[in-house]
């Protein structure tokens, strides 16, 4: 139809109404012509190029991260494997590496407090924060300072472990390498996680576990999915720069002729004991950071106090409880734990008197050593397989206070090759549900609630969130227990 006059009457209304009558000018009515072919294909090649063009930018910036990352944690590693056994052949008679802790510790807060204030305590604290509150930003200066500090740390015994360090010297340098190429804001972020993934990768030596333990530790219950490639790419490859290699457990035939349901239930069991001992681990740490709080106008007496009491602990309880504890983590492993069946609550002690008093490493492994000396000692009290029940109490307590249970579900998988994996998994699974909206990493973000019948506010760091945040939701079946228990 041309242009026209076109006269549009409206009609249906009582007998005898007037039409009312609408007259249109020039009207010109086309049919929209259909997409051609060419065009869709247009658009096809568009979206696949952009998408192997953003593939290909983070492959290399990953693999970059990964490099220099990897390389970073093979020299820290190096340095701490050489400065842990310079003070093992200089102090063999009365005097131990840890009597030096008294000096070490306010050593450690020296350095930190005059050259990198952000580089306290276990490290990935302070990467997460940076990450949530400055797109990534973290002086260079984090990396040598972390370094010497967490050697000091652990070469005079202190309690603490090695991939916080590593975590934060991975993001120091990929924040350094983001400023070097000048990223936008939202592209350092994402080169900063890489970092930290690639940090805990390296140091682990399980690859995929560890690069998604970067990425997961960010928030309580959330995935960024845009980091998981480039974070995965840089996790490999500093695995692979590193060497590290993962303890792997002793594996009893026994246990694959039980009864699956068996199993279930007892994994079950286990994983609320883990997530039990998790929670007792995290609240001694915050009951610990509030009583010495009103000394923080004197943090060196603090740090020779913290000195002081280490050495009277390793005195009375052996050494076995300073340092790494790697070899009581295989000990366990392998079944035969040097270790009473208590010591995971010395270990506790230990690592927190270490970190709050003015020690610098990380919270990582002193987890693995609680989690999986737990596991051997309940599965020596119920006279089962103890390797098999410490590996899951590796990666339980791991997944209940570090709020990681995709991370330690992949562990669990890497470190047992059988079945046992899948059952290690839903083991993490049930401590990470037991420890609550609680994390030994305060910065960590509320991603979720745990339970259908809580309200929490969502994108709030954890060590914000006080008992007034949380609230019963309207309509649940927590609302409805409650109504019940009062009206008895």
């Known amino acids: 139809m041309g242009a ?10 009582p007998p005898g109404e007037k039409v009312a009558s609408v007259k249109v000018d020039a009207v010109t009515l086309r049919d929209e012509p259909e997409p051609s072919h060419l065009d869709e294909e247009s658009r096809w090649y ?6 192997v063009i953003s593939t290909t930018k983070w492959a290399i910036l990953g693999a970059a ?11 820290f590693l190096w340095c701490l494997a050489a400065s842990t056994r310079w003070t093992g052949r200089l102090f063999t008679g009365a005097i131990r590496p840890y009597h030096l802790l008294p000096l070490a510790l306010p050593a450690c807060v020296f350095l930190i407090r005059r050259f990198a204030p952000s580089a306290r305590g276990h490290g990935t604290e302070a990467v997460i924060a940076a990450v949530h509150q400055r797109a990534g930003k973290i002086e260079w200066r984090v990396a040598p300072v972390k370094l010497l500090a967490t050697v000091l740390t652990l070469a005079a015994g202190g309690s603490v472990g090695k991939e916080g360090p590593c975590a934060q010297i991975g993001a120091s340098i990929t924040s350094l390498f983001a400023d070097v190429l000048r990223l936008a804001d939202e592209d350092r972020r994402r080169l900063v996680i890489c970092g930290i993934g690639a940090g805990f990768a390296a140091v682990f030596g399980t690859p995929v576990s560890g690069a998604l333990f970067g990425i997961e530790v960010l928030y309580l219950g959330k995935i960024e999915y845009a980091v998981l490639f480039p974070c995965l790419m840089a996790g490999l490859v500093a695995h692979l720069v590193c060497g590290g290699s993962a303890p792997v457990p002793h594996l009893h035939a026994d246990v694959l002729t039980w009864a699956p349901a068996s199993l279930v239930l007892l994994t079950l069991a286990f994983g609320a004991a883990f997530g039990l001992v998790a929670l007792l681990f995290i609240e001694t740490m915050r009951a610990t950071e509030g009583f010495l709080r009103r000394w923080e106008a004197h943090p060196y007496i603090v740090a020779l106090g913290g000195g002081l009491a280490l050495v009277l ?5 052996g050494t076995a409880y300073a340092g790494l504890g790697t ?6 492993l392998a079944g035969a734990a040097p270790v009473f069946l208590l010591g995971f609550l010395v270990k506790i002690l230990t690592t927190t008197v270490t970190l709050e008093t003015g020690g610098s490493g990380g919270i990582v492994t002193p987890l693995f050593f609680v989690g999986a000396t737990t596991g051997y000692a309940l599965a020596r ?5 103890t390797g098999v029940f410490a590996a899951f109490g590796l990666v339980a307590v791991l997944a209940a206070a570090a ?7 992949v562990m669990g998988m890497e470190l047992l090759p059988t079945q046992l994996g899948v059952y290690a998994a839903l083991c993490a699974g049930t401590a990470f549900l037991m420890i609550g909206h609680r994390s030994v990493y305060a910065s960590q973000k509320l991603g979720f609630s745990k339970s259908a019948g809580l309200d929490v506010p969502l994108d709030t760091a954890v060590g914000d969130l006080d008992r007034a945040g949380l609230r019963i939701r309207r309509g649940s079946l927590t609302e409805r227990f409650h109504r019940f228990r009062r009206s008895r």
């Open 65 to 75: 991260a990964g490099v220099c990352v990897g390389a970073a944690t093979r020299a």
């Open 327 to 332: 070899d009581v983590i295989e000990s366990a």
């Open 403 to 409: 709020n990681t249970p995709i991370a330690a579900a």
């Open 4 to 13: 026209a006059d076109v006269a549009i009457s409206v009609r249906g209304g």
């Open 381 to 385: 009290l119920a006279g089962l397989p």
């Open 46 to 51: 568009t979206e696949h190029a952009a998408l």
């Open 313 to 317: 602990v390793y005195s009375a309880a």
